[in-house]
């Protein structure tokens, strides 16, 4: 018999028919395939514009002659160097394939069908998703004035809330919130809501008032943060993140974790990247100043934009934001239009490497030197990543 789509959809648990894939920023090989633009400029997914760090690669090269052996299960040696790197135990961290997967393991650990987890409107579009897909009731709270609302979200606990899920800085608005609303936050809380805190663009943070969760950590506070090297550290292409917690809690992640989630070249990428100081500060130095310069040219430009503590920046472009979208990809260049997010007329945009000009040709076309400020769509970003 031919399974039809709505044969299919009767057999699939219920509260899995409504959930809508994670759109992900358009890859470069996509707009290859379709435009035949080779060198376009990818602002989509806050990915670092150096590329990945040398010392990383390096490992990786290194550990190709091992691939025919399964990966360290529980990642000792990295475990031990970001335990160092962070002054906790080992025991209090966990690897994930991205830190993406440790939120999942987080969600599936501890929500229930029709437990409740709150987050914040506008933020990372993993949270509603997982929810959803572990049967849970996502809540998300208004922002106060593009800035996480903390006060609302610890008012919005009720006896079903497992979970609080939050991102300083917040993606896509870039916005941070305080030490003093992060301690007010945790001391009006009851001790049974597991709060996350996801810092995977915590490095790009210059505001000595925003708190780190680390500091935080205890074993008798259901407190997790979550750190990625897809950012700062330029692998996002090898899938590895971390997440650090009470190790009573990590316990009964490990437990629902695959065997062999990490693979070899993540956790020797990991443990070089993690090395690497001269290529982080190089590229902290490459955001900061990225940032300066995206927010000089959009005022230049007359257009309003949030200002940011990450490597991206949301713009409002004052018309819909997947027009802009379409017309910067037929330029060569990928950006985030905002509507997922709930921001129609907003684009996102992450800090690329700075360049008078693209690089990229089109068929028919010469060099670019025509493009300046106000052409069209292209938003004269003289951005290249
Ligand atoms: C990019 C990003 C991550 C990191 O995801 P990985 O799975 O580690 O690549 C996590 N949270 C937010 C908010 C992000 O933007």
């Known amino acids: 018999m031919a399974q039809t789509e709505a044969n299919i959809a009767s057999l699939i648990q219920p509260h899995l028919s409504q ?50 052996r399964y990966p360290d299960s529980h990642a000792y040696y990295l475990r031990e160097d970001l335990s160092r790197h962070l ?37 990372f579009l993993m949270y509603g998703l997982l929810t959803r897909a572990a049967g849970g009731v996502f809540r998300p709270v208004p922002l106060k004035d593009l800035h996480l609302d903390l006060a609302a979200v610890a008012r919005a606990v009720t006896p ?30 009851p001790p049974t809501v597991t709060v996350v805190l996801d810092e995977a663009y915590i490095e790009f943070v210059d505001d000595p008032d925003v708190p780190q969760g680390v500091a935080y950590l205890a074993e ?10 897809s950012k700062a550290y330029g692998l996002a292409g090898l899938r590895i993140g971390y997440g650090y917690g009470p190790s009573k809690l990590l316990d009964f992640l490990n437990r629902l974790r695959l065997p062999f989630n990490v693979n070899r070249l993540a956790q020797v990428g990991a443990r070089a990247a993690l090395r690497d100081q001269e290529f982080l500060n ?8 990225g940032r300066e310069f995206l927010c000089r040219e959009l005022s230049r430009l007359g257009l309003s934009y949030v200002p940011t503590q990450a490597n991206f920046i949301l713009i409002r472009v004052g018309r819909p934001g997947q027009e802009v979208y379409q017309g910067m990809l037929r330029e060569g260049v990928i950006i985030r239009a905002m509507d997922a997010y709930e921001f129609p007329d ?17 068929p028919g076309r010469g060099r670019q030197e025509h493009r300046g400020q106000g052409s069209g769509q292209g938003l004269g970003l003289p951005l290249s990543g």
Request: aromatic share 4%.
């Open 87 to 123: 002054g906790i135990k080992p025991e209090q961290v966990i690897l994930g394939n991205g830190s993406d997967e440790i939120l999942d393991l987080l969600v599936r650990t501890l929500v229930s069908p029709g437990d409740e987890v709150i987050s914040s409107a506008h933020t």
């Open 220 to 229: 008798d506070r259901l407190l997790v943060g979550l750190r990625t090297f």
């Open 160 to 189: 079903k809330t497992k979970l609080i899920l939050l991102n300083n800085p917040n993606n896509p608005t870039g916005t941070v919130f305080s030490r003093a609303d992060w301690e007010g936050f945790l001391a009006a809380l």
């Open 19 to 68: 959930l809508t894939p994670y759109q992900a920023g358009k890859p470069l090989e996509e707009l290859a395939r379709e435009l035949g633009l080779t060198n376009a400029v990818k602002l989509a997914s806050n990915e670092n514009p150096l590329g990945p760090s040398p010392r990383a690669l390096a490992a990786i090269q290194t550990e190709l002659a091992n691939l025919h």
């Open 346 to 362: 907003c684009i996102r945009v992450n800090v690329g490497l700075p360049s008078p000009y693209h690089h990229h040709r089109r």
């Open 282 to 289: 190089r590229t902290l130095e490459v955001v900061r100043q």
